[in-house]
Each structure stands twice: as structure tokens, then as C-alpha cells.
């Protein structure tokens, strides 16, 4: 018996149509269960990306499971001590505090360092003011003094403290812009402490950007120092954070001991900063619902582990835990002997601390947030070889390649700390 060619062309068509509808019920039950996920987005802004991959910033992993990326060889300084002259014969000094987290300490030691070393002035060792009346902590109950003092050796004269003849009320207040320039210096600095001998230094920040310049300054070396070599946590914290990256690995045995940091604080997405302005609508922020569809869509298994920043869980977040099962506190990742001393306080430092130095280590950090805490993060990560900063964003459709939302910083090289490493 012959076979019919219409026959067999209509059967083919037939499972071809068979195949598609298939695929279109699959895609719209997965949308439709997002949709009914709870939640509002919260709108803002983050600079746009669209970053093209590029194998000298980023390698997808063929190791584990999911889109993860791999680390690269740790940059190196580009600065050289050699080229900085020998301290002169110290002339005053230089106080400052360290405050608002260490998103901030990073540069408010920049610019202390820079200025210092400008006007050849001691510089004392600050302290850690946190956000409330009264809680102001040692340098060394955070930080390593000896690491400190070590890395300024020859650069700038370091002192544990004001010598007693010298009253607090006698320093001359002096606020300077974050990243400040020279022209600044002798303009607005070098004059008072001329007169006074002796200043209070306090940066305040115009900006956010952290973006590299293309002028070069004869304060970069210096800067560059100021803002990687010089800190180091102090032992114990150390040990905290040591002790809370490796149970998050522990957790993450079915991505190879992977996880990811996301800058997360309900506190802040209830800002009203937080939301949009203009027709655009652009966001910088991103809420829990938004932040697990975006990780989805890139291709991050459900059993991913998360590390969020935010303290204590709240009940918010539960959207991104019935999606990402593994997704963490620090009270659920810290050792239980440790959260009398650094989960004290809403507004503890230590916490501040503990996040900013997981997000920097861990395989892939997200800041749902934009602002300082984002910029130095990816600084300390590039510096570190651990490029692979996802920037979050609405995406439509069920899917998206992930090296399309690298951080800006990464894929066009732009940050700060490419002017500091090679």
C-alpha cells in the first residue's frame, strides 16, 4: 500500500503544532505564577547596562551548576610607594572620624591620608561614630591598627592620639569633598591649617560616582593607597565574617559551595528615595519580588543560596524565600556565641561591617540598592579579581543572557579602582 505525501506532511504538521502549543502552555504557567506572586516594585534608578560579554572581564563557570562566573588572577597595584618622596619633618596634625559604615571609611580614609600627606601633617588615628547620640567605638575594635599604621609608613605619620597639650577645642573644622583634589586642598585647606595648626577633617559627598577620571592627579598614588592598603578587619570580626562565608558555602554544596550577596534592606526600599521620578521611571531599587524574578530569569537554580543584608528577616522577604528556598539573615548564618556582641544594636557598625566584606568576597553580589555601599563594594571586588556584579533590572519574557546586566563598572571598566590596578 502506497503512502500518502499529504498524509504524512499533515501528521508532521500536526506534532509541529503539537510541540508549540506545548512550549506556549509551559511559558505562560510560568509568567502567570509570577504574576500572582505578591509585592510591589519599587521605582527609582540605576545607571542603564547592557554590558557585551567579554572574556577578559568575565568567564561563565563550566563547573557548576547555573550561570555562575569565575573569579580572575588578583589585580595589582598600579601605584608604586617608590614613586611617593619621603615623609618630611611632621608639621600638626590631622583628626578625623570614621562614620556611617564602611562604605563610607573607605573614602573618608582617602581623603584624611591625601590631605595629610599634602600639608606633611600627622594624622591620628580616628574613631567610628555610628549613626545614634553617643555610639562611638576605637578604630581597633573594628580594624587593624598595626596593618593601619604599617601601610602609611614612610607616607604619612600616624599617631594613636592628640598629644595632651593639644585641646579638641583648639582644631580648626575643615570639611573637604570626597575625592578631593589638590586645587581643593590649597585653596580651602592649606590655609587654615596654616593659621590653626592643627584640624578637624570631615568629607562630605556631593556624589555618589566612583567612576575613574581621565585626568591624572598628583594625589593618586596616594589616594589609592588611602583606599585599598590600608584597612584590615581585626581579628575577631575577622573571624565572624571568616565563619559566616563558610556556612554560607557549606549550604551551597549543590553549586560547588556558591553563593550570592544581595544588598537588600527593607528600611531603605520603604524610602521614599526609592522611588521613581520623571517619565522614564527608572529604578534604584529593587524590592524582594523583583530581585527573585531577575535572578530567575538569568538562570539561577531555586537552590541557590542567598545572603541578604538586611539584619533580621521580615515578612516582606518571603516572596524571594518561596522561590529561593536557601535565602539567609545574619541571624540565621552566624555563629550563635557571636550575636550577643554583633547583633546588638539595629545600627550596629559591627553588622555594617559583617555585610559590606560578604558582599565583597562572595561569587556573586547584587546591590537591589544603589549608592556608596554598591560603588566601594565593586571596588574591593575588582581590586580582588571577583568582577561578577549583576545590576538588576525589569526583564521581559521568561529569560535573558546574565552578562547583559554586569555592572557598568566591570564591563566598561569605568570604576576608580581600574585607575589603582592593573
Same mark, same amino acid.
Given at each position: 500500500m502506497g503512502v500518502d505525501l499529504r498524509q504524512v506532511v499533515a501528521g508532521i504538521l500536526t506534532l509541529t503544532m503539537f510541540v508549540m502549543l506545548g512550549q506556549m502552555i509551559k511559558r505562560d504557567h510560568f509568567d502567570s505564577l509570577q504574576d500572582k506572586l505578591p509585592g510591589d516594585g519599587e521605582d527609582a534608578h540605576f545607571e542603564s547596562v547592557n554590558a557585551i560579554e567579554n572574556d577578559g572581564l568575565v568567564k561563565l563557570s563550566k563547573r557548576s551548576k547555573g550561570p555562575w562566573m569565575e573569579d580572575i588572577q588578583e589585580l595589582k597595584p598600579c601605584w608604586s610607594r617608590t614613586d611617593l618622596d619621603e615623609i618630611e619633618q611632621s608639621? *600638626?596634625? =590631622?583628626?578625623?572620624?570614621?562614620?556611617?559604615?564602611?562604605?563610607?571609611?573607605?573614602?573618608?580614609?582617602?581623603?584624611?591620608?591625601?590631605?595629610?600627606?599634602?600639608?606633611? +601633617?600627622?594624622?591620628?588615628?580616628?574613631? $567610628?561614630?555610628?549613626?545614634?547620640?553617643?555610639?562611638?567605638?576605637?578604630?581597633?575594635?573594628i580594624y587593624d591598627v598595626d596593618k593601619f599604621m604599617k601601610s602609611l609608613d614612610g607616607i604619612v605619620k600616624v599617631a594613636k592620639e592628640l598629644p595632651n597639650e593639644i585641646s579638641i577645642r583648639d582644631l580648626a573644622a575643615v570639611k573637604v569633598p570626597n575625592r578631593v583634589t589638590e586645587d581643593h586642598i590649597v585653596e580651602s585647606v592649606e590655609p587654615v591649617f596654616k593659621s590653626k595648626g592643627n584640624i578637624r577633617l570631615a568629607t562630605y559627598?556631593?556624589? =555618589?560616582?566612583?567612576?575613574?577620571? +581621565?585626568?591624572?592627579?598628583?594625589?593618586?598614588?596616594? +589616594?589609592?593607597?588611602?583606599?585599598?592598603?590600608?584597612?584590615?578587619?581585626?581579628?575577631?570580626?575577622?573571624?565572624?565574617?571568616?565563619?559566616?562565608?563558610?556556612?554560607?558555602?557549606?549550604?551551597?554544596?549543590?553549586?560547588?559551595?556558591?553563593? $550570592?550577596?544581595?544588598?537588600l534592606r527593607v528600611e531603605i526600599l520603604e524610602n521614599k528615595n526609592c522611588h521613581g521620578s520623571g517619565s522614564a521611571r527608572a529604578k534604584s531599587c529593587y524590592n524582594a519580588q523583583e530581585i527573585a524574578l531577575f535572578l530567575r530569569k538569568v538562570g539561577f537554580d531555586t537552590d541557590t543560596t542567598i545572603y541578604l543584608t538586611q539584619s533580621r528577616w521580615d515578612n516582606s522577604l518571603s516572596v524571594l524565600r518561596d522561590i529561593f528556598p536557601k535565602t539567609y539573615t545574619k541571624e540565621s548564618v552566624m555563629p550563635d556565641?557571636?550575636?550577643?556582641?554583633?547583633?546588638?544594636?539595629?545600627?550596629?557598625?559591627?553588622?555594617?561591617? $559583617?555585610?559590606?566584606?560578604?558582599?565583597?568576597?562572595?561569587?556573586?553580589?547584587?546591590?537591589?540598592?544603589?549608592?556608596?555601599?554598591? +560603588?566601594?563594594?565593586? *571596588?574591593?571586588? $575588582?581590586a580582588s579579581g571577583k568582577p561578577q556584579i549583576l545590576v538588576p533590572a525589569d526583564i521581559p519574557g521568561t529569560s535573558a543572557p546574565i552578562t547583559n546586566y554586569l555592572s557598568p563598572y566591570v564591563a566598561k571598566r569605568n570604576h576608580l579602582a581600574y585607575s589603582c590596578f592593573c
Open positions: 608639621r *600638626g596634625y =590631622v583628626t578625623f572620624s570614621l562614620t556611617n559604615g564602611p562604605e563610607y571609611h573607605v573614602s573618608q580614609i582617602a581623603d584624611a591620608v591625601v590631605v595629610a600627606r599634602y600639608l606633611t +601633617a600627622t594624622l591620628v588615628l580616628p574613631d $567610628i561614630r555610628g549613626s545614634k547620640p553617643g555610639d562611638v567605638r576605637n578604630f581597633e575594635d559627598f556631593p556624589s =555618589v560616582n566612583m567612576r575613574k577620571t +581621565a585626568q591624572k592627579s598628583s594625589v593618586d598614588s596616594v +589616594a589609592c593607597l588611602g583606599m585599598f592598603g590600608t584597612f584590615k578587619l581585626q581579628s575577631e570580626v575577622l573571624e565572624v565574617v571568616d565563619s559566616m562565608i563558610e556556612r554560607l558555602r557549606t549550604l551551597s554544596r549543590k553549586s560547588n559551595g556558591k553563593f $550570592i550577596a544581595v544588598d556565641e557571636k550575636k550577643g556582641k554583633f547583633l546588638g544594636s539595629e545600627d550596629s557598625e559591627f553588622e555594617k561591617v $559583617i555585610d559590606f566584606h560578604i558582599c565583597s568576597q562572595s561569587d556573586v553580589f547584587v546591590p537591589a540598592i544603589s549608592g556608596l555601599f554598591y +560603588a566601594n563594594v565593586a *571596588g574591593k571586588r $575588582i
